[in-house]
């Protein structure tokens, strides 16, 4: 069994439970992924290798496609066409402004490397303000309370979105950066609040 059937059955158990779960999914590699910049709400491109792993991705997620109880994705280019590279399809995506990138303001673009200490050394921790943009609990209520209106009880509900989004949500469970490109984790939420509870799995993008 290789990792993308693994994966598969890991979310097939999710959709036979009696459970709220997010699935989130980071998209493919960009060229700011590769030159380690701060893309945020810039909609820069997916490389060569960030449309390959998104096809990949297609051996978990598309034949389940049809089974999600709801499938949303950042509007941004390297976000929503991972998920149609995924799906096989965007007819079941819902695009929101709302599952976006941390706004990075004054360091949009800016590149995360030790050079830079005021970014470097700040970045994912929860003392990060970003000059003129959002901190981190700022992206992870903005992405919460869209999610909170669209879940409508018991179900798995796909989101593709970003690094940053997803370290946000995670940073609880002990992260202390963002996720490889393409790989997913399953977050159970609790049913009366809404408010996320448990990592059910995390599973990392293979190297192809």
């Not at 590279?85 to 079941?92: I, M, N, Q, V």
Request: hydrophobic letters at 35%; charged letters at 25%; a neutral charge.
């Amino acid at each position: 069994m290789d990792k993308f059937d693994s994966l598969k059955m890991d979310i097939q158990k999710l959709l036979d439970s009696d459970k709220i779960v997010l699935i989130l999914i980071r998209h493919g590699e960009t060229e700011a992924n590769f030159t380690k910049q701060l893309s945020g709400w810039h909609d820069v491109k997916l490389t060569e290798q960030g449309l390959k792993e998104g096809k990949e991705l297609s051996k978990a997620f598309q034949i389940l496609r049809d089974r999600f109880s709801g499938i949303y994705s950042s509007d941004l280019s390297r976000a929503r066409i991972t998920a149609e590279l995924a799906l096989g399809s965007g007819e079941k995506i819902q695009i929101s402004t709302e599952l976006r990138e941390l706004n990075f303001g004054d360091h949009q673009n800016k590149v995360y490397s030790s050079e830079n200490k005021s970014i470097y050394e700040t970045l994912f921790t929860m003392k990060y303000q970003a000059p003129n943009g959002e901190n981190w609990n700022d992206l992870k209520n903005r992405i919460m309370n869209y999610l909170k209106q669209q879940i409508k009880g018991k179900g798995v509900y796909l989101i593709f979105t970003h690094g940053g989004a997803i370290f946000s949500l995670t940073n609880q469970f002990g992260y202390t950066n963002t996720i490889k490109n393409c790989s997913c984790i399953g977050l159970e939420l609790d049913c009366n609040t809404l408010e996320i509870v448990n990592q059910l799995f995390y599973w990392e993008f293979p190297t192809l």
